[in-house]
């Protein structure tokens, strides 16, 4: 009997010591400088979709175009004011592709919103740091409500979703710190969406040494989790709970903090799941389409989705 227990509890002390190795690897291979992040592949690329409908310019960037990948409900025309969701993807802020929301704006959009796969500076294929992430996201929302009319949307009902480091560009949005903005973006147009909904947002900028070298001594004026303002729109949070690299303690203390001050918040754990568990390529597809269709009926039950 007593080496039955022995035995468990060496397995166990296994157990946790692989795990802690293998958390420990994973940290190690991010712990880079922000040099060597700007000095990656960027990986693979696609920042115009040919399944879109449209792919105006939002904003150019020492010569190179950034552009809106829109999808539109069937016989959608300029001049309607359909809600939009715009999608911005994850990726650690360093590299990151615009199809990761491809399928989810396919969808969406059959569901009468307008859906939007957005491109965006990131740090290892623009040389910049994660503050120009943040400032396309605001100029992003804002080329969408000043060109609301030709694009047939209404500009009151713009959703913001993106995961990850897509998410956390939610919460900066949110929040927007005025100094941290494009001197070309036309202030007076507000860069807060209407509504919000986050896959497992990256919540915490000073969580770890090698995340707070990518906003390059601007971590703490733009954390979430010490500038998260008293109100917020609409929001619905998906995370995780596998993944501590994702932050899911940080963004669940967010959202509850927001929910404590009146606002209306759902937040939906994912036991077990691990980062990224959102995308269509990952585990089967399950928890792409749990999320989609909790993601439709909630966009329906707010007022966003009339199909």
Request: aromatic fraction near 10%; charged fraction near 25%.
């Amino acid at each position: 009997m007593q080496q039955k227990v022995i035995l468990r509890l060496v397995i166990s002390l296994l157990i946790i010591s692989t795990l802690a190795t293998s958390c420990k690897s994973k940290l190690e291979k991010k712990d880079v400088s922000l040099e060597e992040m700007q000095a990656g592949d960027g990986k693979h690329y696609d920042p115009v979709l040919p399944t879109a409908d449209a792919t105006p310019v939002y904003k150019s960037v020492n010569g190179k175009d950034f552009h809106l990948n829109i999808f539109n409900p069937e016989g959608h025309q300029p001049g309607d004011s359909a809600a939009c969701i715009i999608f911005f993807f994850g990726g650690g802020f360093v590299n990151g592709n615009p199809p990761q929301f491809e399928e989810q704006s396919k969808y969406l959009s059959s569901k009468g919103i307008v859906a939007v796969c957005a491109d965006y500076r990131v740090i290892s294929r623009d040389n910049c740091t994660a503050v120009e992430c943040i400032m396309d996201a605001k100029s992003a929302i804002r080329y969408l409500r000043v060109h609301a009319d030709e694009l047939g949307i209404d500009p009151g009902k713009i959703v913001m979703s993106g995961g990850s480091a897509g998410g956390a560009l939610c919460w900066t949005n949110m929040i927007d710190n005025p100094e941290f903005t494009d001197a070309a973006d036309d202030v007076s147009v507000s860069c807060k969406p209407d509504a919000v909904v986050m896959f497992n947002p990256v919540t915490n900028f000073e969580e770890y040494e090698f995340r707070i070298r990518k906003f390059d001594g601007a971590a703490a004026a733009l954390n979430p989790m010490t500038h998260m303002p008293d109100s917020c729109p609409p929001m619905i949070v998906y995370h995780g709970t596998a993944d501590e690299m994702a932050g899911y303690r940080y963004a669940k203390e967010a959202a509850d903090k927001l929910k404590a001050s009146g606002n209306d918040v759902t937040f939906v754990p994912f036991e077990g799941a691990e980062h990224g568990f959102y995308q269509r390529n990952k585990n089967d597809g399950k928890y792409y389409e749990e999320t989609l269709q909790l993601t439709e009926n909630w966009l329906r039950e707010k007022g966003f989705l009339l199909q």
